[in-house]
């Protein structure tokens, strides 16, 4: 690989990185995602430019240094963009995209300008094709966390609140649960059909024994 980079090469890799980045910042910024274009952007120009000063100022010793630097400086960025609601983790997607547009700027930093841009059609493949295919298995099965404060503190009612899981078709893969004096408060991971659980949602929220009733 030549380190010798002059200043026209160095500007179409910089150019690069913009276009690139402007690509797949401009579909996360149209899903209103945290890293939009702007951000994107950012983050392939930044890391084309770490690569390329790596190149110019030490090529032999500190290529897998910076790259090193990088990835971690990264991951602060990626592990921001993660929210935790409730029972759900958000923001994956947009931290996996953001990891995905530093590999991209190294690479363009690298002078793999061809390589980038075939990876950068398949991200965006990836972003606007594959979400239709969620939706599908959505609709087929759907994890969902639920926590439960019954307004006693009779272990059998917990019981039946299980039942009732099983009776609406819905998979338990966890459950935990603590007892005060007036209270038992019981949580539970299941897997099922959306159907069955908006109809396990209703009959909690009609059930008169259930004081709280989060998901």
């Not at 200043?7 to 690069?16: A, C, D, H, P, S």
């Not at 392939?44 to 500190?62: A, H, K, Q, V």
């Not at 990835?71 to 609601?85: H, N, P």
Request: glycine fraction near 8%; charge should be positive.
């Amino acid at each position: 690989m030549e380190t010798n980079l002059d200043l026209t090469e160095n500007l179409i890799r910089v150019g690069m990185a913009v276009l690139v980045g402007g690509i797949i910042g401009a579909e996360r910024e149209y899903q209103d995602k945290a890293a939009g274009f702007r951000t994107i952007i950012l983050i392939t120009l930044g890391s084309t430019l770490f690569t390329i000063f790596s190149l110019l100022l030490d090529p032999e010793n500190t290529q897998t240094r910076i790259a090193a630097n990088i990835v971690t400086g990264i991951g602060f960025l990626g592990a921001g963009a993660i929210v935790r609601d409730g029972g759900r983790v958000a923001g994956l997607t947009t931290a996996a995209t953001i990891w995905l547009a530093a590999a991209l700027g190294m690479g363009i930093g690298a002078g793999e300008l061809y390589f980038v841009l075939a990876v950068t059609a398949v991200t965006i493949f990836v972003l606007v094709v594959f979400p239709r295919f969620e939706m599908r298995i959505d609709k087929i099965r759907e994890a969902r966390s639920y926590r439960i404060a019954l307004n006693s503190s009779d272990i059998n009612k917990i019981e039946k609140i299980e039942k009732t899981l099983l009776d609406c078709s819905l998979k338990i893969v966890e459950h935990h649960q603590s007892k005060t004096e007036k209270s038992i408060i019981g949580s539970w991971k299941t897997i099922g059909k959306p159907k069955s659980h908006e109809k396990f949602t209703l009959l909690m929220l009609k059930d008169k024994n259930v004081k709280e009733f989060d998901y």
